[in-house]
């Protein structure tokens, strides 16, 4: 039965960690999967968290099947954190949202129903994206294209190529956009460039997917929420995919969300049954533990503020990570200009290494990142930085 099955790649970024973990060099670094450590080198758990934990253990809760779409209430917890509490999408119930598994499962269920709604689409997504992106809509049935988006030259963005790029995609494209905090590059839009952009897709009758895994590790919770909220007002229907994983530091409990703006109550009665049946046919309904430890945190005053400064924290960390990379990379006598890098957003860099010098810091170093030279800049701490800063010098 399987002898004419070939051996797939492994994962570009996850299959990092496979042979990290194999690795036993003690002096390792995993720069390659987008998680934060913290300056200990761990993966924090959230005091928010663990409090929200502590009241659910003593509940006792039941595990009974959750409703198809999740838990109601942190559905509403994410609707509120993307457009905003206030919003008038959210009052005139536009908004479906879904409890996804993880942002990828977000993504996956969105595929899915778009491939039912626009099965001749193409998707397009930014040059470079998240390797899994393509993967995902490819693997949903649809032909990929990309967009220009980043400009080596700058360490911008290419803003007259991303615009004439997406006017020249067939009508009624799905385009696929990083909201903040751009994976893998940590180069992101002005809000003046989402203006644009948002008038190509109007005029083309594109169909706009933000994905939004990154909330509040760029500038702050809402302020990384602009891109979504001037979609918001646009009168445009669009699709929004986000992550828990990192801003709440759940990695493995996989909480994610879909939510899909429609252009009334009772269109969105009518998406959310699709949803729900694209979500019933994949895995059912979604876990309990996770959403509901962040439907807690997020609709209690005290726990939320917690989370708040907790988030606040990794979000300065990766900040000073990212100065003190810049300072150290020049003292090392690199030879080349870093300073994009305290420019760019979230947990990357796109660190403009080649594939032979990524390959250099693992087998030389111990220092694992992604072949296109991203780094994850939220794994550093005061303790690895020398070795890596060192390591980059060397090999570049
Ligand atoms: C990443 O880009 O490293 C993260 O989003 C984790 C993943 O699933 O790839």
Known sequence: LFSAVEMAPRDPILGLNEAFNADTRTTKVNLGVGVYYNEEGRIPLLRAVAEAEKARIAAHAPRGYLPIEGIAAYDQAVQN??????????????????????????????????????????????????????????????????????????????????LEDLKA???????VLHACCHNPTGVDLELDDWKAILEVLREREHVPFLDIAYQGFGDGIDQDASAVRLFAQSGLQF??????????????????????????????????????????????????????????????????????????????????????M?????????????????????????????????????????????????????????RNLAAVTSAIAQVL
């Open 81 to 162: 954190l993307l457009f905003g509490a206030d919003s008038a999408l959210i009052t005139d119930s536009r908004v479906v949202t879904a409890q996804a598994l993880g942002g990828t499962g977000a993504l996956k269920i969105g595929a899915d129903f778009l491939k039912r709604l626009l099965p001749d689409s193409v998707v397009a997504i930014s040059d470079p994206s998240w390797e899994n992106h393509r993967a995902l809509f490819e693997s949903a049935g649809f032909p990929v294209h990309n967009y220009r988006y980043y400009d080596a030259t700058t360490n911008g963005v290419n803003r007259a190529g991303l």
């Open 169 to 175: 995609l067939p009508p009624r494209s799905i385009v």
């Open 239 to 324: 699709f929004v995919s986000s992550s828990f994983s990192k801003s709440f530091s759940l990695y493995g409990e996989r909480v994610g969300a879909l939510s899909i703006v429609t252009a009334s109550k009772e269109e969105a009665g009518r998406v959310l049954s699709q949803i729900k049946r694209v979500i019933r046919t994949n895995y059912s309904n979604p876990p309990t533990h996770g959403a509901t430890v962040v439907a807690s945190v997020l609709n209690s005053p005290e726990l939320r503020a917690m989370w708040e400064a907790e988030l606040a924290e990794m979000r300065d960390r990766i900040r000073a990570m990212r100065l003190a």
């Open 326 to 382: 810049v300072e150290q990379l020049a003292s090392q006598g690199a030879a080349r200009d870093f300073s994009f890098v305290a420019r760019q957003r979230g947990m990357f860099s796109y660190s403009g290494l080649s594939a032979e010098q990524v390959e250099r810091l693992k087998n030389e170093f111990g220092i694992y990142a992604v072949g296109t030279g991203r780094i994850c800049v939220a794994a550093l701490n005061t």
